[in-house]
């Protein structure tokens, strides 16, 4: 797999309608898309998936979005990137990596698991608190958010 992954540039646009894919709140992607950096991950040159990471404090970055285009998925881009995202989080001098998911992800959270990520906290009622509309997934209305960490 030839996967190329780059940061991108502060005045380039960050892929809304792919991070829109992962979160539905333009408010919420803004937020981070300021305070984290943004990802691009191509394949072949064609645009396969994007990122946001952004430190929490001196010992955590958080995974805030990772999107990866419909076409792609099942691919292993998003395990790939996932390497990519620990090899340098560990560069950064960082501990620990966060991600954090809907309760109602099931499949998600699965993933991470599988990936080496442990349970965390929950933040209760996050979904119902920060997005105007309801998030349904599986079925299921998401109401809290779970977070993940894995010690780099």
């Known amino acids: 797999m030839n996967l190329e992954i780059t940061k991108l540039g502060h005045t380039e646009k960050a892929p809304m309608d792919l991070l829109f894919k992962a979160d539905p709140s333009v408010e919420m992607i803004e ?81 991470y698991q599988k990936l080496k990520f442990e349970h965390y906290f929950i933040s209760k009622g996050h979904f119902l608190k920060y997005y105007d509309q309801p998030i349904i997934e599986n079925g299921q209305q998401a109401i809290d958010q779970i977070a993940l960490r894995r010690k780099l």
């Open 31 to 111: 937020r981070y898309l300021y305070s984290g950096d943004c990802y691009l991950a191509k394949l072949d040159g064609q645009l396969a998936g994007a990122f946001v990471l952004m430190p929490n404090n001196d010992s955590e970055i958080e995974l805030k979005n990772i999107s990866i285009d419909a076409q792609y998925q099942g691919q292993g881009i998003g395990k790939e990137i996932i390497k990519y995202v620990v090899r340098i989080s560990k560069m950064e001098g960082y501990e620990y990596l966060v991600v954090k998911t809907a309760d109602s992800s099931k499949d998600t959270i699965e993933y």
